[in-house]
């Protein structure tokens, strides 16, 4: 029997040790192109463009309009720390951007807030991705560094491009607000997919399927909820902070649209926690369906041979080697012992059959 081959597993943290705090060191493996672009805009004005340069994203620091600049391509340390210096973020704040394994968080530094989150989607073949998103916000902009190009805000990209809703008469942080609330409303994605794959796995099990691969959609399903739990939960607390949070940035008016995102987190988490118990439960369902199929077989086993038991007994009576057995010499002995034994095997199956055991 073959070996199994240990599972490559990567040592991204092992980049860090040792190093002097606020040193950038990228700890992911996607090398992407750096790509820049900005949206600024006012209530009645607006302008996209995609920035050549990370020094032209210098200009919008002190603008009267809102700009949301997006950086692509968390491997290219020089320009992040370029434009973290720009903009006066603090070095550790520059080393949690380039860590993508940081846990999600939020910081308040008083002249801006950094945050941390993790957009998390499924692809085609439904397997999860999960990319670090930060987040800085100031007075009249928001910074956000993604590790690649595509991500979850195509649609208030589309909101800021036709002015729909709020997001063009309000400040930066509504427009902070707006890209949680579409990270958030990715999660339900996430969910209604996971709902659907347990529900899968349930109805397999209910049909009686044992299949090996059970196992392993089920072990799957298990990491999935795992990684799930770790990216999301952490976001009570700190859309909790931002509620409680005295920093002039955040309008008053603008917290009770975080209040909603927190409610959205509450009820997502909720059906984590729910969704979590029904994984663990599929694993004994698959046990239970494995006991109740071997105590079928045993139990068709043990009927067939509690059956042959009287019928081995007669057999055997009759198999010994004795001359003064009277029934041996009789003409129709042989016909009669057939008969008799038929009439044995039919009466314990009519007898089973009434005690429900068949």
Known sequence: MSKRKPKKRTQNYKKQIGQVPGTLIYTGNKNSDLFID?????ENYFKEQELETVEHAFEFKS????????????????????????????????????????????????????????????????NIVSEQVSFVLGSNYVLSFQEAEGDVFDSLRERIRQSKGRIRSLGSDYLLYALIDSVADHYYAIIETMGNKIEDLEDSLFEGQTKE????????????????RRSIFPLREIINRIDKSENKLIDEKTLHYFDDVYD??????????????MTWGLMDMYMTTISNRMNEVMKVLTIIATIFIPLTFIAGIYGMNFDNIP???????????????????????????RKKWL
Request: proline fraction near 2%; aromatic fraction near 14%; charge should be negative.
């Open 38 to 42: 900005a949206f600024d805009y006012t």
């Open 327 to 353: 029934e041996l010499h009789y003409k129709y002995s042989y016909h009669i012992l057939w008969l008799v034994m038929i009439i044995v095997f039919i009466g314990m199956l009519y007898y089973f059959k």
């Open 264 to 277: 959205h987190i509450v009820q997502i988490t909720d059906t984590i926690d729910i969704y979590r118990e």
């Open 63 to 126: 603008t009267e309009s809102t700009t949301w600049i997006n950086i692509n391509g968390l491997n290219h340390i020089e320009e992040i720390e370029k434009i973290g210096n720009h903009y006066n973020l603090h070095p550790l704040v520059l080393e949690d951007i380039v860590n993508t394994g940081q846990r999600p968080k939020l910081d308040d530094h008083g002249d801006y807030i950094f945050m941390v989150l993790k957009m998390m989607y499924y692809d085609k073949d439904e």
């Open 213 to 228: 691969e059970i196992t392993t959609d089920i072990q799957s399903l298990k990491r999935e909820i795992l990684k799930i």
